[in-house]
C-alpha cells in the first residue's frame, strides 16, 4: 500500500489536531522508511519479479526486522514513547502509535502472504494486489476521504499553506501513478534509494502544517 498509509497521517489530524502534520505522517509510513534502510543493509531481502500488473512486481522475500508485526509493534512503541517524551502530547503520542501499527494492517490487506507476526512465524496478506484497480480505488478512496478530514480541520494562514498542501497532495498522487504504471526500477539498490527518498514528505507535511491553522 503506498498513499493509504498517508491517508492515514492526514485523517489522523482528526484526533490528535495538535501535533504536526510532519510527526503524523511520519508514523504511517515509518516502516516503509527503515525498509530500504535494511535493504541497503542486507538485512532484508525484495526481488523484482516481471509481472503484467506493477503491484506484484517487488516479491518481498523476507522483511521481519521492518515489517514483522512484533517489531512493528515495538517501533511504534519507540516512535510513539519518543514523540511523548518530547511534546508530553499523549494524545499525539496514541495516535502515533496507532499510525506505526496501521501501517502492518493495511498492507495485511494488500499484500500477497509475505508478512510475518516475527521472523519465523507464517505468513499473512490478504492479496488485494491481484486486483489492480480495486486496489485503487481503496487507496484513491481512502485518500480523498483523508483530504477531506485534514481540509475540515485545518485552514491555510497564507499562500503557503494553501499551495504547499496542493503540490504535497499531486505530487503523492503522481507518485501513485508512476508506482501503478511504470516499471519499477532497475535494481533493488535503486528501488531503496528512491524508496528513502520519500522521507522528504514528512518535512513537507511539517512545513505546509506550520502554515495552516486548526478551525
Ligand atoms: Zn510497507
Redesign the pocket.
Known amino acids: 500500500?503506498f498513499i493509504g498509509?498517508y491517508a492515514v497521517g492526514l485523517a489522523a489530524k482528526q484526533f490528535a489536531p495538535r501535533s504536526s502534520l510532519g510527526a503524523l505522517i511520519a508514523a504511517p509510513?515509518l516502516?516503509?522508511l527503515l525498509?530500504p534502510i535494511f535493504l541497503l543493509l542486507g538485512w532484508e531481502q525484495v526481488s523484482i519479479v516481471p509481472n503484467s500488473n506493477p503491484f506484484l512486481r517487488l516479491q518481498f522475500d523476507s522483511?521481519p526486522i521492518?515489517?514483522g508485526l512484533i517489531a512493528v509493534i515495538g517501533w511504534a512503541t519507540l516512535y510513539a514513547s519518543v514523540y511523548f517524551g518530547v511534546t508530553r502530547y499523549l494524545s499525539g503520542a496514541i495516535v502515533i502509535w496507532v499510525g506505526v501499527v496501521s501501517?502492518?494492517l493495511?498492507?495485511f490487506i494488500v499484500?500477497q502472504p509475505d508478512l510475518q507476526l516475527y521472523a519465523q512465524s507464517r505468513f499473512f496478506g490478504l492479496g488485494l494486489w491481484r486486483h489492480r484497480w480495486l486496489t485503487m480505488g481503496l487507496e484513491l478512496g481512502l485518500f480523498a476521504v483523508s483530504i477531506w478530514v485534514y481540509q475540515r480541520r485545518t485552514k491555510a494562514k497564507d499562500a503557503i499553506g494553501r499551495f504547499a498542501f496542493v503540490g504535497f497532495v499531486g505530487f503523492l498522487l503522481l507518485a501513485y501513478a508512476g508506482a501503478a504504471f511504470a516499471p519499477p526500477p532497475s535494481s533493488v539498490k535503486k528501488l531503496a534509494m528512491v524508496a528513502l527518498l520519500t522521507c522528504l514528505m514528512v518535512p513537507w507535511a511539517w512545513w505546509l502544517d506550520k502554515h495552516r491553522e486548526l478551525i
Open positions: 500500500m498509509h509510513i516502516l516503509d525498509w522483511y521492518s515489517h501501517h502492518w493495511m498492507d499484500h
